[in-house]
C-alpha cells in the first residue's frame, strides 16, 4: 500500500489537461473496441461497455496513450476524456498508459462515489498489454479492494481496441551535438526530463499581491487570494515561472472569467485554477513531483482548511471545481 499514490484534485491535473488537449488527439472508434469485466464502486459496479483510444503526446520521453473507458456510448461525445472525468459518460476509468503498459495516469470516476473524480497511481496495472501497428489489448486491474479517501473501488477489466492514427507516436531523437553549435536554443515544446533532487515547494514563484496563502501538505496544493484581476494575476504568475524555468504544458487556458495554467519542468508538473472573486480573483495550484517535505508555514493573514482534515480538504476542492465549470463557457 505505501506505494499507492492517491490525488483528490490531480484530478484537475489530468481533468483540465484532457479537457484542453482532446481536440488535438486522434481518437479510435469506440464501436469498435470490446470490454469485459467489472468496475466496481462501494460494491456498485460502474458497467464498462465502451472504450475511446486517445493519442498522448509522450511523457517522459517515452511514446503513450490514452485508455477511456466508460459506461456511456462516447460516439457523439467531442471531449470524451473530459466528459467521462465529469461523469456525463456514467462510471469512467481514464488510464495513460506507456507502450510497454506501464500506467502513469489513472482516473477514477465512478457513479458511486461522491468524492470523484480523483486520481490513484501505485497499484493498478495493466497485465498482458499488446500493442500492434493496428490494435491494443490489455487486462487492467487492481490487487483486490482499495480505498480512496474513505471510498472502496475495485478493477478488473479485459479489453481489446483498435490503435488511432499516430498513436504511440516516437519520441524524437535528442539533437546531435554538432547541430548545437550555431547556439541554438532548446524549443520550449520539448518535454521535461526529470534531473536531480525535487524542487522545494517553497522555491515556487508566487505573483505580486499575493495573501491567505495556504500550503495543503496533504493534497500538495497551494491556495491564496489576489486583489488583482483574472488575467492580470495570470500574466504575472507566468511570467514569474518562465523566469525560474517553467515551460508551457498542453491543456492551458485563458477565457474571459477563469485561467487554467499548465506547466512542467523537470518532470514536475503544475494545474493552476484562476477564479474571480469579488473585485480579485482565488487561485488554485495542484502540483506533482514537488518535494513537500518541509512546506513554508501560512501566512499570518492565512485560513486554515476546514475541518483540518482530508475530507474537509476535499469536499472543498471538489466544490470549486464545479463552480469553476460552471463559469467556462459551452462548447469550450
Same mark, same amino acid.
Given at each position: 500500500?505505501?506505494?499507492?499514490?492517491?490525488?483528490?484534485?490531480?484530478?484537475?491535473?489530468?481533468?483540465?489537461?484532457?479537457?484542453?488537449?482532446?481536440? *488535438?488527439?486522434?481518437?479510435?472508434?469506440?464501436?469498435?473496441?470490446?470490454?469485459?469485466?467489472?468496475?466496481?464502486?462501494?460494491?456498485?459496479?460502474?458497467?464498462?461497455?465502451?472504450?475511446?483510444?486517445?493519442?498522448?503526446?509522450?511523457?517522459?520521453?517515452?511514446?503513450?496513450?490514452?485508455?477511456?473507458?466508460?459506461? %456511456?456510448?462516447?460516439?457523439?461525445? %467531442?471531449?470524451?476524456?473530459?466528459?467521462?472525468?465529469?461523469?456525463?459518460?456514467?462510471?469512467?476509468?481514464?488510464?495513460?498508459?506507456?507502450?510497454?503498459?506501464?500506467?502513469?495516469?489513472?482516473?477514477?470516476?465512478?457513479?458511486?462515489?461522491?468524492?470523484?473524480?480523483?486520481?490513484?497511481?501505485?497499484?493498478?496495472?495493466?497485465?498482458?498489454?499488446?500493442?500492434?501497428?493496428?490494435?491494443?489489448?490489455?487486462?487492467?486491474?487492481?490487487?483486490?479492494?482499495?480505498?480512496?479517501?474513505?471510498?472502496?473501488?475495485?478493477?478488473?477489466?479485459?479489453?481489446?481496441?483498435?490503435?488511432?492514427?499516430?498513436?504511440?507516436?516516437?519520441?524524437?531523437?535528442?539533437?546531435?551535438?554538432?547541430?548545437?553549435?550555431?547556439?541554438?536554443?532548446?524549443?520550449?515544446?520539448?518535454?521535461?526530463?526529470?534531473?536531480?533532487?525535487?524542487?522545494?515547494?517553497?522555491? *515556487?514563484?508566487?505573483?505580486?499581491?499575493?495573501?491567505?496563502?495556504?500550503?495543503?501538505?496533504?493534497?500538495?496544493?497551494?491556495?491564496?487570494?489576489?486583489?488583482?484581476?483574472?488575467?492580470?494575476?495570470?500574466?504575472?504568475?507566468?511570467?514569474?515561472?518562465?523566469?525560474?524555468?517553467?515551460?508551457?504544458?498542453?491543456?492551458?487556458?485563458?477565457?474571459?472569467?477563469?485561467?487554467? *495554467?499548465?506547466?512542467?519542468?523537470?518532470?514536475?508538473?503544475?494545474?493552476?485554477?484562476?477564479?474571480?472573486?469579488?473585485?480579485?480573483?482565488?487561485? %488554485?495550484?495542484?502540483?506533482?513531483?514537488?518535494?513537500?517535505?518541509?512546506?513554508?508555514?501560512?501566512?499570518?493573514?492565512?485560513?486554515?482548511?476546514?475541518?483540518?482534515?482530508?475530507?474537509?480538504?476535499?469536499?472543498?476542492?471538489?466544490?470549486?471545481?464545479?463552480?469553476?465549470?460552471?463559469?467556462?463557457?459551452?462548447?469550450?
Amino acid at each position: 500500500m505505501k506505494n499507492r499514490r492517491l490525488l483528490s484534485l490531480p484530478a484537475a491535473a489530468c481533468l483540465f489537461s484532457a479537457t484542453m488537449i482532446c481536440s *488535438l488527439h486522434t481518437l479510435a472508434a469506440a464501436d469498435k473496441s470490446t470490454v469485459s469485466g467489472k468496475f466496481l464502486g462501494d460494491g456498485k459496479d460502474g458497467k464498462i461497455q465502451h472504450l475511446v483510444v486517445q493519442t498522448h503526446e509522450p511523457f517522459n520521453d517515452k511514446a503513450a496513450i490514452r485508455l477511456v473507458f466508460t459506461e %456511456k456510448d462516447p460516439s457523439s461525445s %467531442k471531449k470524451p476524456d473530459f466528459d467521462a472525468a465529469f461523469k456525463k459518460l456514467g462510471s469512467a476509468l481514464i488510464l495513460s498508459v506507456f507502450k510497454d503498459g506501464g500506467v502513469f495516469g489513472c482516473e477514477v470516476a465512478h457513479a458511486a462515489h461522491p468524492k470523484s473524480p480523483f486520481s490513484a497511481l501505485g497499484e493498478i496495472k495493466v497485465q498482458d498489454f499488446k500493442a500492434t501497428d493496428s490494435e491494443v489489448s490489455g487486462h487492467v486491474v487492481t490487487p483486490g479492494e482499495l480505498d480512496a479517501f474513505g471510498q472502496k473501488w475495485q478493477v478488473d477489466l479485459t479489453f481489446t481496441a483498435p490503435l488511432p492514427k499516430g498513436a504511440f507516436a516516437a519520441v524524437e531523437a535528442p539533437e546531435p551535438k554538432s547541430a548545437k553549435k550555431g547556439g541554438k536554443k532548446k524549443s520550449d515544446d520539448e518535454p521535461a526530463v526529470a534531473t536531480g533532487p525535487k524542487m522545494p515547494v517553497g522555491q *515556487l514563484p508566487l505573483p505580486a499581491g499575493a495573501h491567505d496563502v495556504e500550503y495543503k501538505t496533504i493534497v500538495q496544493q497551494i491556495a491564496f487570494s489576489a486583489d488583482a484581476s483574472v488575467s492580470a494575476v495570470a500574466k504575472d504568475f507566468s511570467a514569474r515561472l518562465k523566469e525560474q524555468g517553467w515551460k508551457d504544458a498542453s491543456g492551458s487556458l485563458t477565457g474571459k472569467a477563469n485561467a487554467i *495554467l499548465k506547466r512542467k519542468l523537470n518532470g514536475a508538473e503544475l494545474t493552476i485554477m484562476v477564479q474571480p472573486a469579488g473585485s480579485g480573483c482565488t487561485v %488554485k495550484m495542484f502540483t506533482q513531483g514537488l518535494d513537500w517535505s518541509n512546506p513554508p508555514a501560512a501566512g499570518a493573514a492565512s485560513k486554515p482548511a476546514k475541518g483540518g482534515d482530508t475530507n474537509s480538504i476535499e469536499d472543498e476542492a471538489n466544490r470549486l471545481i464545479k463552480d469553476a465549470l460552471k463559469q467556462i463557457p459551452k462548447g469550450f
